[in-house]
């Protein structure tokens, strides 16, 4: 497999369930991205990446926990989610942090019910 | 006042027309200014970059900035049905952070 992948491409969740979403890229990238895609609205940068270690969390609400095991693997782990957290969240990958290019996944899209 | 503007659309047009898509950007100091597509179902790809002012031409598909405007347009030629997309311009600022505009949806009608 090639690009970047995620999983699951849906997820229906109550507010009081836990859920993770994975991604997985195959690039040999440094950096990778949580960004949340909402209807209408500009792409909203979570959390940044670089070589496992988180360099950026832009105010984004505790139930959202990133995780970063290794450079080719991110996760973001859901709890306690609101319905305005609704939306397609998608990550992606460059070669170093803010590089030009980014590769993004096809985002999982997320609906709290 | 948002640092990239881009108006949401959507766009309609027949197919082999000119498609002018457009973005205005607040800050004067940003370098890079790129468009994005992202078809229905899949994440945004990056179509094409520039740095600073002036055109940049891949096929059919032309980016243009003007600096002294701060405005940011697509061209697309002979538009095509396999154009129909949202289209996402971004620019970086000087922390590299990317920023992005609303997007654009456009459809090119056979």
């Known amino acids: 497999e090639t690009g970047v992948t995620q999983t699951p491409r849906h997820l229906v969740m109550g507010m009081t369930n836990k859920k993770s979403l994975k991604c997985e890229q195959h690039l040999g990238h440094n950096a990778m991205y949580w960004y949340k895609q909402s209807a209408k609205k500009p792409l909203e940068l979570m959390f940044v990446?670089?070589?496992?270690?988180?360099?950026e969390n832009n105010s984004v609400p505790s139930r959202f926990s990133p995780e970063c095991p290794n450079s080719s693997h991110l996760f973001l782990h859901l709890h306690t989610l609101q319905p305005e957290d609704s939306a397609l969240y998608l990550c992606?990958?460059?070669?170093?942090?803010?590089?030009?290019?980014?590769?993004f996944g096809s985002g999982t899209r997320l609906t709290v019910v | 006042q948002k640092e990239v503007e881009q108006d949401p659309g959507p766009l309609s047009v027949p197919e082999g027309a000119i498609v002018s898509l457009n973005c205005t950007y607040s800050n004067s100091a940003f370098q890079y200014f790129m468009w994005y597509r992202q078809y229905s179902r899949k994440g945004p790809e990056l179509l094409m970059y520039?740095?600073?002012?002036g055109n940049k031409e891949d096929g059919r598909f032309t980016a243009q900035v003007d600096k002294s405007s701060k405005y940011i347009s697509l061209f697309i030629r002979d538009s095509q049905p396999s154009d129909s997309a949202t289209y996402l311009c971004?620019?970086?600022?000087?922390?590299?952070?990317?920023?992005f505009g609303q997007g654009t949806e456009l459809s090119v009608k056979p």
């Open positions: 520039t740095y600073s002012s």
């Open positions: 992606a990958s460059s070669q170093a942090v803010r590089e030009v290019g980014y590769t």
């Open positions: 971004a620019t970086r600022d000087q922390g590299g952070k990317l920023i």
């Open positions: 990446y670089s070589l496992e270690e988180r360099v």
